[in-house]
């Protein structure tokens, strides 16, 4: 019965390569979101989309892409990893249009590391 | 422009003993204020908020905090702590109106010693 499910935990992968971090909430939301964590454990807001449609989008590398096939989904897709996008990534979800008052319900997050 | 400032990045505390996570905002209008906690390995998760009213906020676990205008303050306090307190806390700020972005600050680290 998790609320926000992110997929995988961990990622290991070389320089270079294309890889994808996938995200579910169960809890009938309308705004999903995508935060990056550091080694200093600085959050910052990536993404954020309202009934899949892009609403926030912060100064991040075009080669982040966030694809959102439905409300309750959305995923992260990054092209040409690079050493400095290994971070914690950070799913979540928040009610109503992601007014700043709403609470968001946060994933377990994934460890990315570039090697 | 909005933000944040967590003043402490590591506070010790011994078990059973008071503690006062201290944080400080900047906004040139209406504020909604938040302090999420961290667990080890874990998601954030929600303490408690502000949105308007009264500005003694009670949250989970015991924790409550006060929202101080004049200060530009949102102080986090628990009278007595316990060793499952021990994680990251964050507090973050948004603004009131549409489509807002929650900003948060670096985080700090309440370490409970037994």
């Known amino acids: 019965d998790t609320a926000v499910s992110q997929t995988p935990k961990y990622l290991v992968t070389q320089m270079g390569n294309d890889k994808s971090i996938k995200c579910e909430q169960n809890?009938?939301?309308?705004?999903m979101y995508w935060y990056k964590q550091d080694s200093k454990k600085f959050l910052k807001i990536m993404f954020s989309y309202n009934n899949k449609e892009l609403i926030i989008n912060e100064t991040v590398p075009n080669r982040f892409s966030p694809k959102s096939p439905d409300k309750a989904h959305l995923n992260l897709h990054i092209n040409s990893l690079e050493l400095g996008d290994s971070a914690v990534y950070f799913c979540a979800s928040s009610t109503g249009q992601g007014a700043g008052d709403t609470e968001a319900f946060f994933g377990q997050g994934t460890r990315l590391t570039v090697v | 422009a909005q933000s944040v400032t967590q003043l402490d990045s590591q506070v010790p505390v011994f078990e059973e003993a008071p503690v006062e996570l201290r944080c400080n905002y900047s906004s040139s209008v209406s504020v909604y204020l938040f302090w999420y906690v961290q667990y080890p390995n874990q998601g954030l998760q929600l303490l408690l908020k502000?949105?308007?009213?009264?500005?003694l906020v009670k949250g989970i676990n015991g924790f409550e905090a006060e929202f101080n205008k004049s200060q530009t303050s949102f102080h986090l306090r628990k009278p007595s702590v316990h060793i499952s307190d021990t994680a990251e806390y964050f507090c973050?700020?948004?603004?009131?109106?549409?489509?807002?972005?929650?900003?948060f600050g670096i985080g700090t680290k309440l370490q409970v010693i037994p």
């Open positions: 973050a700020v948004s603004s009131s109106g549409g489509y807002q972005k929650v900003t």
């Open positions: 502000y949105l308007s009213g009264s500005t």
């Open positions: 809890l009938g939301h309308d705004t």
